[in-house]
């Protein structure tokens, strides 16, 4: 049976975590990525889709490569950043189906449905994205989500060999740097947003 976490784990995780947009020296290494993708692919999705195609940049040459597809705003983070994810989402992930979700036959579901697949895709690759946020946050890392890319040029640069794979979104990982961040921005009541039926 589950239990609630301590607030100390719901303080790391969300109520004091936050969005950094720089971080320091101490790195984040191959071994890092993996672990936080090993808890990440935990996360549910649909039929254990598993759309996300994930691209770690680490080296200054794929740094290099994804900020020239950011914005004049985004660029530094990336290149200041240890890591940086590319999260990605594959229009084809149906053709996994049968060794991820072997119940039954759920490739027949999406086959000659390219409409289904890319909303699927979508969908389930952000969800893959949040999970690997909240992973990353949970063994002790700082991330920052970003949009402010020019999509087209991104998946040319990373998913040229890919044509069904396309971006969703990028987001930084490190060890945060206060100084980098602004107060926190609102966030509104249960009774601004939220209706119970």
């Not at 940086?84 to 086959?111: C, N, Q, Y």
């Not at 063994?139 to 087209?152: K, V």
């Not at 069904?164 to 009541?189: E, K, L, W, Y």
């Amino acid at each position: 049976m589950s239990h609630p976490l301590n607030d100390a784990a719901l303080d790391q995780l969300f109520r004091t975590a936050r969005s950094y947009n720089g971080y320091t020296d101490q790195p984040v290494t191959e071994d890092d990525c993996r672990a936080i993708w090993e808890l990440a692919k935990m996360g549910p999705t649909s039929a254990n889709q598993l759309p996300a195609r994930l691209v770690w940049c680490t080296s200054d040459a794929a740094k290099a490569k994804l900020a020239a597809c950011c914005s004049e705003a985004n660029k530094p983070k990336v290149l200041g950043a240890p890591v940086t994810v590319i999260v990605g989402m594959d229009t084809d992930f149906h053709e996994h189906l049968p060794k991820l979700f072997p119940h039954t036959d759920a490739k027949s579901w999406f086959d000659g449905n390219r409409e289904l697949r890319e909303a699927s895709a979508f969908r389930n690759s952000s969800l893959q994205g949040a999970y690997l946020l909240i992973a990353a946050r949970a063994l002790g890392f700082d991330t920052g989500a970003m949009s402010g890319f020019d999509g087209g040029a991104l998946d040319k640069a990373f998913f040229a060999g890919q044509p069904a794979v396309r971006t969703n979104f990028i987001m930084t990982i490190g060890h945060g740097d206060a100084s980098s961040i602004f107060d926190r921005s609102p966030r509104p009541t249960f009774e601004k947003f939220n209706t119970v039926a």
